[in-house]
């Protein structure tokens, strides 16, 4: 499974969908045996979180109010707290990932909605959609699993699937309305989708402030906890927050891989989103292809929410219940080169580093946005791999072609 | 397995009528509607018989006391009336050009029958709500500003939230340690650093117009935050700028509603209404405006004809970038006067889709700017009175309207045809 | 007084597309740049114009050499060129395009448009060139914007001017109009390259004709003892046939009947107008007529592509006016649409995702929701040997073939099949010559296995030669019927323009 996890296009019946020129690094497979063409695949992400973690110091030690109050006096131990401090965060940014148990738990825990809206942007990706409304799909997704865990009485078994089936709709709907829009009106998806995102937080924030869902006696947009039933059942016992949703996690990338590769609707789907002209002389209804791609992609990017929804002890829901999943996801779909497989390591990676960030943060006062910074820089080493070769001074290799939109429609 | 039936894959290629005469027959439904609603909700709505006033002076004002009284009843039945004949004269009449002007009308008289409704049996200051909604619409209008000047050579910025912030934080901290001055100056250098990174990536490294953007708003997000965290939340007298005072122009800021609305402000908001001037004279009666908009049109044109397109856009794009680092200039230092984290709050983006319902002129971004100004101004305003509207659905306007335009229910119109396209010379 | 290009080269990664190429052009002189598709036209002539830095060779100018870095250079150096594809900035009025660049200012930036205005039609008067300057370029027809072209250059007092294929999107009149020009340009003392793939056009205008091939300059001719026989020798390496070999058709029963069909483009105006015509089994009947008077809004009807307005299709019989694309496909029609790179293929597709693009659904690649790849891989293959695709394998993008061999991939695909009836449009625009021989073969197949074909192009050489009956479109109404066999090249001319008596 390593072994195909790096390589984007598919597998050996699936006709890839870019001939490079081989042109790796030699010296990679050597050291490690890693084979040269996942090596090669490896390469430019692996460097780009190197480069993200060295600026992720530089600003560490920028930061450091005390040390440069100090600077005056003894500019020696300035410079030490400096590098003690890059040191202790990150120690405590590894440790708070993989150190524990727990560590490894929280890691899993975080991964959880990050796979899942990454392959959300992914899928939209490889179909020619610029997906950026996972934030808002799972705004929506999340709700609609939300509302189920609320009012319906089911036992667990039955429960769970409904709730999650009821995020799939949830979001599939909102990212659909995407999808619909565009089929119909030729309206471009990535304004669409911020423009969403924007309206589903604040349909929440109305919506929790509603007696349907606020818990009673507080004025706040603050949920009622859910039933018992409807949450997702931890794997270790309550003690470790990790739940089912990564099983959930897992499968979708499966699903997806196998959608996009080996069935007709995935054969359908890439096509209307490289050549919408092209797919419909060829016969397909590409006004319903839009639509049901951005349904699967706003289903994932649902259950996304419905893992924050249905798994996040205590339970009980606030108003922003996806943070910068939504955002996290854009940067994790890139980094994973938008292969399904690619989304699970890149999900688990960045997991790693937001839950180790969190640690960090209590440990070592690096606020966890160190964690946007360095998701930013990765983006731009992964999205202008020519930087990262200038700085590593590799040989270039097949041009890599960034574009993904085609402006407004 | 998707195949069309045959009916259905036609419906989409049928079109009878043009999709302008479509839109005014759209337009004059909706106005229908809307008319028929505010005769019912505001109109019959209100008891009878109470009064609504409008307090036409402010508190610092030369002549005080103006005030207009009238039946809220009367005034909201008879908006209502005028919308839905607004709206049969689109269904009827032909005359295209006069969609826009008669949905803008029907807006306006729509707003005035809600806060008819709303004032309905007490008091309720005109005046003060223009003066927000100007107040309001200062930074949405130079993030729209902003993304005017990349798009109309073709590079979209979706970084604009980002470059607010970042140069909102530049310039409380510069103005804290240095100054106003210093801290103008900051914002403007930060504005146009990222600016420069959005065209660098863009055009040296061909990277996604759209990942770029994203880029940008995360690491302006992410540096400012943590630097709040950990440099302002410690030094707290770097959080500490003193607010820009407002600036009013004799004798014009005495006139009665005029006067406070518009001539008692900040120089920031005076600089909106002359940068719209500006941008508006320049893009169209220039060498600079020629050549910006043919490298956003036909990129290719422009360079067999000898001008250097990379040059065209890192220099608006930077320049745009400016624009940004004023409006965060105005957000950090005369609005709210310290710096909090993730303080734009998405204000970026209602730039973004004030550009869009602008359709790319700078005088319709400023339309655009004042409309969604007017409906937050409203949002505060209803969530002062307690009306019972909840104020989500007020907040939520900006980003409906920009979908609804998109859709091209309410003016379609054409971005730049090289926008969001790179330009690779060989 | 001349213009030289000494030993350009230019590589591209995958291929050379110009490797030592000379030539030169005197004041005063017209100099036919000939080759196929591919040759190395219009990368040597953006390499003159500064839009391409060559990897070696020089340019020199009335003696100085040329810095090949920008247009700029070359602007100012005296070269002018009007592209294949116009660059004219369509929202922008026709003095707006011209003064692009060189802009009259009053005060600082300040445009000087009246100034502009004035400029125009000094220079449209004295080359009689007659452009509106405060017309918006995207309302003028393309005769007219070529014009626009032509005097952008002219203001920018260029003394070598090259036209790179200037007669593809005019009809036979209008290229008298544009040869009448260009004479008054020599007559100027200006000189002209004239690129072009046209024999006739080249012998017609030229004082010299240089022939490429393959990124070389495999020789010159003179215009008054070459003939186009020798000329298509040198452009292509080998004879060629000057016409297409087929039979006497022998037609049919009626396959495509259509009957007073009016369809609506995409701005909602009428612009097929009630026009019937039938096509029999054996036949090829070829739709000529000036780009955009129809004939793509007639093929997309028919196809299923687009919703008539009223009027009735009937294929093989069947009533298909209401049939969508898939339907129809399925009916046994084949067709290949007129812009390839847009509707043809998906270009991020390999070869083979391609070939399968309207059958996957179907046996034998898939059975209901799964795809066989191998199945579509086996296939392709076969297909890409069969219809002599050159490609190293199937499996790569379908976007790194060239314009020709893009073009055989969807041959194969949509004639592999019983086919009943072959809409064929622009099938060989910007193909080269052997895949042309190789396209306008298989279709003459078709015929011969008793296909109806509906062939439509804009080179009414290519209408004239394959064709067994030609209706001329103008103004979306059928202008004339004519048989290629006696009909002359000037009648046929005249109904394209809406002039000619319909017979």
New interface residues.
Partial sequence: MTDRSAEPGGDE???????GTPSGPGWLHRVTGVSERLGRALLVPSLALLLALVVGAV?IMV????AWQLMGEDPGAAIGDMFRGVWVAYRELFLGAFGTVRAVSETLFTATPLILAGLAVALGFRTGL?N?GARGQMFIGGLFALWVGLHVELPAGLHIPLALLAAVIGGGLWGGLTGL?KA?????E???T???N??AA??V??AL?TPLFQQGGSNLPLSSPIMESARLPPIFGSAFRVNIGVFIALGAVFFIYWLLY???????L??AG??P?????????V???YT?VMFISGGLAGLAGASMTLGLPPYTVTSNFPGTIG?DA??LA?LGRSHPIGVLWSGLLFGALIAGGRTMQAAA???V?????????I??FI??P??VRAVFRLKPTEAE????????G | ????TAE??RV?VRNRSTPEERRSSMVGGVLVALGVFVFIAFGLGVEAGLDATFNLSLQTDRFQGLAWVVDARTLSMTLGVMIVALGVWRLTQRALDWTNIALAIGFLFFSLAFLTWAAAGSQFSMVGMLRSTVILSVVVVFGALTGLMCERVGI?N?GIEGQLLASAFAGVVLSSAFGTAAGIVGALVTGALLGWLLAW?TIR????????G??I???A???T???S???LS??QTLNAPERIPSWRIPLLADIPVVGPTLFDHTYFVYGMFILVMAIHLGLFYTRWGLRSRSVGEHPRAADTAGINVYFVRYRNVILGGMIAGFGGAFLGLSQVARFEEDMTG?VG?IG??AM?FGRWMPVGVLGAGLVFGFARAVQQKAAILNIGL?S??L??LP??V??IV????VGRSR?PA?????YIKQ | MALELRGITKRFPTVVANDGVSLSVEAGEIVALLGENGAGKTTLMNILFGLYSPDEGEVVVDGKPLELSNPSASISAGIGMVHQHFMLVPVFTVAENVILGIEPLRGLDWIDKKGADDLVREVSDRYGLSVDPEAMVEDLPVGVQQRVEIVKVLVRDARYIIFDEPTAVLTPQEVEEFFEIVRGLKADGKGVIFISHKLREALEIADRIVVLRDGRSVGEADPATATTEQLAEMMVGRPVLMTVDKEESRPGDVVLSVQQLVVLDDRGRRTVEGVSFEVRSGEIVGVAGIQGNGQTELVESI?G?RRSLAGKVFIGGEDTTRL????I?RLGVA?V?E?RL?????????V??NIV??S??DDPY?S????D??AA?GASQRLVDEYDVKTT?????VS?LSGGNQQKVIVARECDRDVKLVVAAQPTRGVDVGSIENIHARIVRQRDEGAAVLFVSSELDEVISISDRILVMFGGRIAGEFNPETATKNEIGLAMLGSGAPS
């Fill in positions: 019946t699936s006709p890839p969908s870019n001939g600003i930061t450091d109010v005390d610029f950026i829009l119909r009106t030729g309206a471009h990535v304004i669409t911020i423009m969403l924007f309206v604040f349909l924030l109305y402030k080996k069935s007709t609707i995935g054969f359908e890439r096509a490289f050549s002209t092209a797919s419909s002389y060829a016969g397909m209804n006004a319903v292809l049901l955002f854009i940067a890139l006062g690096v606020t946005d160190l964690v946007i910074v360095m998701q930013a820089l983006i731009i999205a202008a020519e930087l072609p960034t574009q993904l939109t085609k402006g407004w | 397995m998707i195949t069309a259905e894959e989409e979209i979706i990536l490294f061909h990277v996604d117009q759209i990942i770029a994203v880029v708003n995360f690491l997000l992410g540096l935050s943590l630097m965290a950990r440099i410690v030094v998405g983006f973004l889709a869009i909840p989500e659905f907040l939520m980003y409906v920009t979908i998109v859709a091209g229910v971005p090289a926008d969001g396209q790179p | 196809t592509m969508g694309p898939r339907a496909h067709h649409p812009d847009e509707s043809g293929l998906v270009l991020e597709f390999t083979a995702e693009l309207n996957y659904y898939s209901g929701i799964r795809m790849w191998e891989n394998r199937v499996d790569v993008p790194t």
